[in-house]
């Protein structure tokens, strides 16, 4: 099966680590298909840029659409789910979305950690959204200043260590989300130096498109997540354009 | 005082209604600026349209910036109202946001009601984002088709009275919110058809923008609306692009 | 218009400080009519007092109802409130009630900061009963002596914006609202000593008291702020008991 | 032991009712203390009127302090509870609360059946206050006149047995609490007519009230409930104003 | 009357202690009759040998059905409670839920606080199975070793008066709960060594059990705890697979 | 990989079920190793037959341990999962948690839809208990009686239909889940007459233990699913003894 990664920063760099943790976990049979924003910023860290990349994470999947069998909304703060979930009738799971629910199934209480301080009020916000509040322990993030997004796994590998450790003892955590793009793969590596469960949001995202594919789930044609009616649009990208309109057959 | 109302619709006409239906609440004083999308759709109604209508309230205001002391966000579900608090240093306060708000202070309770049944999911998202979910005693929408946007407020006058006694009398509110920009205007006519205080959202978040303008907050330089440190971009309007980067002094 | 400002302590140097503050920020065309309660407690910090305090409320409000447009419950826990909403149909705000939708048009969070330590179990259960604890990052309150009830917003100034400062600090408030009438005027001389906005309750509960006014919503005659049907009662002040028995006329 | 009936209703033939159902359940040595409000109204219905019985409930306490071993706060919204926690050192027990906590040790969820809608909102608000909206299936009331309240039990005994199982079988309520204090006995004589079982507040007042003598709990020195410090007060009940100014020893 | 003191451990000094404890407060006319899981763990302390200590208790109220007028559920996550209430029609209260209902009559909050770090996650459930999560300040563990579990309550009692005093000034509690069946008798001994009431498990059962005895209510027929139908079964207890198959008449 | 598909009722022909519908979505190399209950009911459908499951499911997992790399716990309610996770170190999930979380990803909300009235308090429990009441809008049983557990799918196929149906009208369902294990394989063979998509307890658990293996997360050694100390106890299996003993190396 074909699942696409659909990354809604502009970072290459960032693209190449998520498939690389991808992979680490992907079936055997399943083609993973990198995508990385053509617009937006390098790595999506605020509200504002989350309300930019959802709109933009609409148009890669439009792009894309009728080329795989999933998709993986690549960004933690999973930007454009929603819209993404009407508009469209493949599965897609987004990065946080999958990282929560795995850690549900690992512990009572999750932690979310990562980089930088900017990303807290989104990620309390997406937590929210999925109706996990409940579920999650504390979201703490690294107060530091990185020099390259590419990089910065590496950079603060013993400070996310010391941190997640922290989450453990402070708020009782039973497991920890290594959160961001830019982090993944680092929950493989890191797994022997915290004493709690390590969650890979990309590496949960792809087990769990697998499992959709399998599932084969109808598209549902009332709820919230039905196609909306045809509508007329103004200067979006002609794919998008396209589908709003149902012009997309 | 200057306020700006950004309306994310590209519809003109639901511009004209909200401007017409503040004036009759703005204090002597106050111009109104009236603002229409640029790009996107002429209502929205769907996640997918919040969206994409997120990231364009981001680029009017973007462009407007300078030109007035508040701004209002001028559809229901308040598409890039949090992005916006982060990025600009004026009072925003969004028409959702506004006519909760107001509503809290005339009852225990309000119901939501509006004329499409696709808006539903958007707006019980909205309420749960504020935090008002326990306030709110039901969203209730038409199930009709209309013909025209500009009309809609006139066409389904009666099943809307009829839909807000419907919401008094079985899910018990106190006070009805007649939401969604065009029936911005129809709570003043309506007044006297149902037997609970009406709001209109734009005229709630003009009486709501006057009062953060005379209260004069400060821009907060720390906590979840502290604004970004700058960031490159590509592909974002100049203006948006500008304020994203720190240009725009 | 005319806004009664009905101060449930018995102190009148505190109904002087929430007048002049309240001027700071009042319409030009406001008048502010200030009444102090005629028994009861010097300053309200307990339920018990509260408990006394919200009859009072409702014995002030029907002394001199029919001389303005709307009214103020001018103490911060905002006694005999619903009570307040259920007999009387003029538009009526409290300093609790205005200061948090206030505070939320400002930030994701707010916390709440006063001066004694008695307060907090009051306060903690107004935020709840205005269904906004999910708001609600922290209340705190100075564990110090005062003087003067008159003077503990001078005495207890540094104090007050450290314990603001810690509130940002240590529980993310993105607000900070100086709660308690005899702090009314401070949020105004500390702009700049918090880095976050603050939020004064009388000159929150003016402004929408003004935009309540100028909204003009009818009085409910269903729903649970419907006015209750005549009672006979023993032993109240004539003007409350006129209003219960509805010989108000 | 000695338990004071507290009912802040002006009206002794509703005394009369409580103290007849609270015999039925009272231990052999328990003696009970009736005592009739001396000023408000007949029976409380409304929040306007809880908040007058909320002050003459602390004027009873403090007239009849020394007198008894444990007070039961009777009527059903708990006027004064939590102000009375924090003046006095004996056991109270309010009516709402005691039936709610009984209720929680014989189902899941409760429903809450009374006879006049006036009491709804009130009765909504008392149970949130005690954190048990989670185990309230429903709270109905009869929307019939009645002529008398002392016979109102008498009355509407066949539309309150409707009215119970209809909670029963449509909000799937374990136990149904009948409600207000004109009901009590009620329960007793209809226990075969529901087939869940039913409360009375009174008689569970009593035996939790009888419960908390023999626990004999110390009075809190420190938290929400300790005692206030000494106050002034004016035009209080001179009991009252006694145990404010700490003049009570 | 007659009142089991059912015990799912299997350390029959812990019955003697929650026995003595017991006997403390309970009425002149009451004979508590101890009983001691037949298998099992000598204490439990963790959610699996909670679910060993659930069927457990089923099987030894099946055993001595007939025997008592109500029975308490002696240890403090209340094993086996829901479904107790499912098979048979005599009252029965949980240790933990007595406890949390008696202090919620005491103060605004609770804590709980016990021996063993390994509590604590079973403790969380039970609270939250209740619906008291609202009222819990916080539940804290010693975290020591213990030389044997009929000592540790004399063992470590600076311990628990410490960690109880924590409770309050750093969480708010305005109650402490000692909670575990080898704490029996302590909150007697230490009530004045902590500054808010401490509530005994037992001792609020026994009042709790004895109020239901005398409030005598019947059998639900519906609803949630209405006996289930026969059903055959396999490899249980002779006198459970009975009362399961309906053969205990 | 090995997946143990643990079966706590007593019913064989449930077993085979469960095992046919897990070949539909299980991988090529998944080896499904079926067990059925030794002990217990034919079908648990109650609290207190949960609590006889819960209890036995530990057994069985004690008993078959080492045989597999995760195991599934084969009944809607979950029984004995918390102490499993406990216990153990492999992967474990539940069905019924298994299939909501996997619903999670399909709609904002999701039904659950069984056979039994009298499940449904045991399943309101569960999802209480996973945390997942906000996103679950309906559980809803029939009430019919049926003949034969093994063919109570067959039987009630058209009535089952009806029930999904109207939980997306009337509750909003986005997704409907068709919970009980003698339910399983019907999700994929109603597919098309439910217009969301419908879910299947064992196959999205099946899935779900798939990723978790190839995820193969760490064992936690703190939190509150570490290991517990050994200990001693009476009566119980041998296997289960043992893992209890830490006799099990």
Redesign the interface.
Known sequence: MKILIANPN?STGVTDRLVASARL?A?AGTELIPMTA?????YI????????G??V??EMLAEKRGTFDAAICAAFGD??L???R??FDF?I?GMA??AM??A??????FAIVSFAK?L??WFA?IV?????S??CAAIRMLDSQFTNINAVADEMEQLLVDLANKT??DH????VILAGAPLAGLATKL??RV?????DGI??AV??A???V??N?????????RR??P??????SKA?ADV?GHKDA
């Open positions: 502009t976990v079936s053509p617009r937006g910023v390098p860290a605020t509200r504002a840029e989350a309300a930019i959802s709109a994470m609409l930007p454009g929603g819209g993404a009407e508009l599965p799971v979305e999958a629910l795995v549900c199934t690992l512990g009572r209480s900017a807290e009020p916000e929210a959204w999925h109706g996990l409940g579920r453990v003892s009782g955590a039973d497991v797994r022997d004493p709690v469960p390590l969650v590496q949960a087990t769990m697998e499992g959709l399998r599932l789930p109808r598209k549902a044609t009332v709820g919230t997540y909306p009616g509508k007329d649009s103004t200067g979006l998008l709003i």
